[in-house]
């Protein structure tokens, strides 16, 4: 991986050290986004961002605006970019769903909602291949802000679990949730019949 770099680990497929979120996430989230600080240069066609900021551009330094996507450089920068989500306080970020990280026990706790993305997402190779491979880990999704939350709830991409400080929007309250099982969406363990994806 480049110094302050793109995208993903190096050595998970040989050849390219850059992977781009596949375009059905986006589709799924159904939300567009201001910048997307960690993008190749020009961004990526199918990621709905307004701005972007490339490896030249460093986007950790530049500032940050609006409602930011994230698939930051994993491994070792991966926490120095969340933080900075964490700090901006409105974006989604796209990471390795490693709970064995002290980043993960750092980071997770302070998000609005996170997503457990159901089985391995394929990324598409930044090098031109036109196959992609499946990810060598599970990913996460991490959203910050209540528009992001909401986006992953909705996104079906898998499961869903609000943040520990997150008080549930209206339409997760549905009169469907009983008091003798109440609704995943307001941070319990059952869920109701009209929550049944989980």
């Known amino acids: 991986m480049t110094s302050g770099g793109l995208l993903h680990e190096r050595g998970w497929i040989e050849g390219s050290s850059e992977w781009y979120t596949p375009p059905h996430v986006f ?24 701005k972007h900021y490339a490896l030249a551009d460093n986007g ?15 491994g070792r920068e991966t926490s120095r970019w969340l933080r900075r989500l964490v700090e901006h306080g409105d974006g989604i970020a ?4 490693r709970s064995d990280t002290a980043w993960f026990h750092e980071l997770a706790p ?23 491979s499946t990810a060598g880990a599970p990913s996460l999704l991490m959203a910050y802000g209540s528009a992001c939350a909401n986006a992953l709830a909705n996104s079906d991409l898998g499961l869903y679990m609000p943040g ?16 003798a099982s109440p609704c995943v969406c307001a941070g319990h363990l059952t869920c109701c019949p009209a929550h049944t994806q989980v």
């Open 60 to 74: 950790l330094a530049r500032p940050w605006h609006g409602r930011v996507w994230l698939n930051p450089p994993y």
């Open 94 to 97: 796209l990471v390795f769903a």
């Open 110 to 132: 302070t998000a609005t909602g996170l997503c457990f993305v159901a089985g391995r997402l394929r990324f598409v190779p930044g090098d031109g291949r036109p196959d992609a």
């Open 27 to 50: 589709d799924a989230l159904a939300i567009a986004f201001d910048l997307d600080p960690a993008a190749p240069p020009g961004g990526v066609p199918w990621i709905p961002a307004r």
């Open 164 to 179: 520990p400080d997150t008080e549930p929007s209206a339409e997760h309250q549905s009169a469907a949730c009983s008091l």
